[in-house]
């Protein structure tokens, strides 16, 4: 079993930066694909990004490509998102998940592990 932890969410305002952490109860940390994804009110849970247990792949969704970065410290188990020039369209909340395969999926049924989800809303 893992457990994920998800904290540094918050309200910010248009083109702030925020860093969310994810932090894993698994001493295999580095056997999981980690990523993250969010659920606005009202939609439907979306791919944000993701990274493979060895870190040497990465994947973004389009509308953060290049505004968010995603990283993971094995050392740490601890998985982190860096979100730059925020949008209000960035609003929702963010999930980290887990999946004990070395390849990046989008759907996120293919994670078995979640954390419980941290707020980002981001006023304009």
């Known amino acids: 079993q893992v457990q994920l932890v998800e904290s540094g969410g918050g309200l910010v305002q248009a083109g702030d930066s925020l860093r969310l952490s994810c932090a894993a109860s698994?001493?295999?940390?580095?056997?999981?694909?980690m990523g993250w994804f969010r659920q606005a009110l009202g939609k439907e849970r979306e791919f944000v990004a993701a990274?493979?247990?060895?870190?040497?792949?990465?994947k973004y969704a389009d509308s953060v490509k290049g505004r968010f970065t995603i990283s993971k410290d094995n050392a740490k188990n601890t998985m982190y998102l860096q979100m730059n020039s925020l949008k209000p369209e960035d609003t929702a909340v963010y999930y980290c998940?887990?999946?004990?395969?070395?390849?990046?999926?989008?759907?996120?049924?293919?994670?078995?592990?979640w954390g419980q989800g941290t707020q980002v809303t981001v006023s304009s």
């Open positions: 698994t001493r295999a940390f580095s056997s999981y694909t």
């Open positions: 998940a887990a999946r004990f395969r070395n390849y990046i999926t989008y759907d996120p049924h293919d994670y078995r592990y």
């Open positions: 990274i493979t247990w060895s870190g040497t792949d990465t």
